[in-house]
């Protein structure tokens, strides 16, 4: 079945660096594919649409310029947590939606990435 | 702006009762529903599917219905089990192919 990978699943930075996480689709194309942030106990909130070869679409409230998104190809984008603070640790997760017409829009998961900044 | 809401927040039975975990959302267009299961510290797994034509899907154990109208779907979990204690997500996929998610049912199963 379709797979989606993220890498890393772990990461622990210092405050002030960059972090990047991968989000790539095994087996299938993904001109769309989406970055959510889930805090403890929280549900994931949506933070960007992320489109082959044009520019992500941010959601109210997150910042374009802390955390840049690319999609340079249909299997893979990147987001990089720019600048981390304490405050950006989080559970970052991927998802793809699959591009066939038949998918039914069927969107799959990354595992999703653990971030800690200290 | 779609809003799910999940009901209960959290929920705890002995091993072998049957769950109903709820979910609502206010904007009925939609492209489907699907329910999730999230285990701690861990990432999602796809557990039902229903498209916004279809009015329920099953899997084993797993039965899930969708009212589109009233903006309701349920997860009914058959004959529960330790290894079902996880956290249930509902999202539903908007026109905007957008996925808005609930704040999840926590379950515990008691052994």
């Known amino acids: 079945g379709a797979v989606v990978s993220q890498h890393p699943s772990w990461v622990i930075c210092k405050s002030g660096t ?3 996480i991968e989000c790539r689709s095994l087996d299938f194309q993904a001109t769309t594919m989406f970055w959510y942030r889930q805090f403890p106990k929280q549900s994931l909130m949506l933070m960007a649409t992320s489109n082959e070869g044009s520019k992500a679409t941010y959601e109210q409230g997150v910042e374009k310029d802390k955390f840049l998104i690319n999609h ?15 405050e950006d640790s989080s559970f970052y997760i991927c998802s793809a939606r699959v591009d066939r017409v038949d998918s039914g829009n069927t969107i799959y998961f990354g595992e999703g990435s653990w971030l800690t900044v200290v | 702006k779609q809003e799910v809401t999940q009901i209960p927040a959290a929920l705890s039975v002995p091993e072998g009762e049957n769950l109903v975990l709820n979910c609502s959302f206010t904007d009925s267009a939609i492209y489907n529903l699907q329910w999730f299961r ?3 510290g861990k990432g999602l797994t796809s557990l039902l599917l229903i498209q916004s034509s279809q009015r329920e899907q099953t899997s ?3 039965n899930a219905s969708l009212d589109k109208s009233s903006g309701r779907s349920t997860l009914y979990i058959a004959a529960s089990q330790p290894g079902d204690s996880a956290t249930y997500l509902c999202a539903v996929l908007s026109n905007d192919y957008k996925l808005s998610f609930g704040a999840g049912t926590t379950v515990t199963v008691r052994a």
């Open chain 2, 38 to 40: 999230q285990d701690p």
């Open chain 2, 60 to 62: 084993g154990r797993l």
């Open chain 1, 18 to 20: 960059s972090v990047k």
């Open chain 1, 72 to 86: 340079a190809s249909l299997t893979l984008s990147t987001l990089t947590v720019t600048s981390a603070h304490p």
